[in-house]
């Protein structure tokens, strides 16, 4: 659904304010909400019981204690996950009970020691958790929206991956959507995935939501290439004036990632704004970007200061050359930073 002329982009709190926060925990989700954020997004993956729990991967030695327990050392293997070959531990070898005696870590400890100091302070949750958290920011505080609801964008996980091991993804998740009483929230519910068949699959058991087909600036949906192998379509093609049309018959926006909407040359300097946004809202989609970042890591170089990865670099820059472009959301590590730049970017009109 496009943005009224007059609203602001959302602001949503990647994995949580995962700037400052270990990724995916209360902590981080919470964080987000004090800090400005409209939503927060959930990657959502699956226990052997069937569980939904929130992890940005099923495999979870980067972001949790799991090396360190001896009892699951038998539980490391080797997996084929969506074209791609991990060795770890992986959630769906694993009860939910089984998980809960896990601590969460900081992904990028060199480049944030602040968030890396609350390793092992907090457990790993599920996607139930969440949305408790959601409701009760938006019954407790004021957001930037006149109804004072706050929103979950969640994230379906290798849907495929899934599927094809037998663990039925759609049917777990629709379930605990509506146990939780959100089956029925298009104002508050978003649902995205890179994986446009999960989407459809959620859809046809009643879940009402705003749909979102993530677009990665390279490579093929991986549940295309499971069932057309080499002549899957690539995530370039759902951009041409023929691909945004047909996107637009089947969900109601896209998230792109940033360097789509801001490209860069060959010396990863951004170069201007593409005029993606504006042909994908021409054919009725809404455009979401990810991801804001505010260390020199992560920004394009002529947008870093200093030779140190995680300090801050011109964020302010980056951040507002995207805001400008007219998207109706941004995901982001640092909340506060977004909200910040939308200010600004309101201010000089």
């Keep these: 659904m496009i943005r009224e002329a007059d609203a602001r982009p959302l602001v949503i709190g990647h994995r949580g304010a995962s700037g400052y926060r270990p990724e995916h925990t209360a902590s981080a989700y919470e964080l987000a909400f004090a800090l400005g954020a409209d939503a927060v997004e959930p990657d959502v993956v699956l226990t052997r019981d069937g569980v939904a729990v929130v992890r940005h991967e099923n495999e979870i030695s980067g972001t949790t204690d799991v090396a360190a327990h001896p009892e699951?050392?038998?539980r490391r293997t080797t997996k084929h996950i969506d074209g791609h070959e991990l060795t770890g531990w992986f959630t769906e070898d694993f009860t939910w009970a089984e998980l809960q005696t896990l601590r969460a870590r900081e992904r990028l400890p060199e480049v944030r020691p602040a968030s890396r100091s609350f390793d092992g302070r907090f457990g790993i949750l599920r996607l139930a958790d969440v949305l408790r958290i959601v409701d009760e920011a938006s019954s407790s505080s004021s957001s930037s929206s006149s109804s004072g609801l706050r929103r979950a964008v969640v994230?379906?996980?290798h849907v495929a991956f899934y599927d094809s091991i037998g663990m039925p993804y759609a049917e777990i998740v629709a379930g605990e959507l509506a146990s939780a009483g959100w089956d029925?929230?298009?104002?508050q519910l978003v649902v995205?995935?890179?994986?446009k068949t999960a989407l459809?699959?959620?859809r046809a058991r009643g879940v009402a939501a705003e749909w979102i087909f993530l677009l990665e600036d390279s490579g093929s949906p991986a549940d295309l290439v499971a069932a057309q192998g080499a002549g899957a379509p690539d995530y370039a093609s759902f951009l041409t004036p023929a691909g945004l049309a047909g996107l637009a018959t089947e969900v109601d926006g896209i998230s792109?990632?940033?360097a789509t909407i801001m490209p860069r040359d060959l010396k990863g300097s951004a170069h201007g704004v593409s005029d993606v946004v504006a042909r994908a809202h021409a054919a009725g989609l809404s455009v979401f970007t990810w991801t804001l970042r505010a260390e020199n890591r992560f920004l394009p170089r002529n947008f870093r200061l200093g030779r140190d990865k995680a300090a801050f670099g011109a964020w302010e820059d980056e951040f507002a050359a995207i805001l400008s472009s007219g998207v109706d959301g941004v995901f982001a590590d640092q909340p506060d930073l977004a909200v910040r730049a939308r200010e600004l970017v309101a201010l000089r009109g």
Excluded: Q
């Design 200 to 202: 459809a699959g959620l």
């Design 256 to 258: 792109l990632d940033k």
């Design 155 to 157: 994230e379906l996980k």
């Design 192 to 195: 995205e995935s890179f994986e």
């Design 184 to 187: 029925a929230r298009p104002s």
């Design 72 to 74: 699951f050392a038998d």
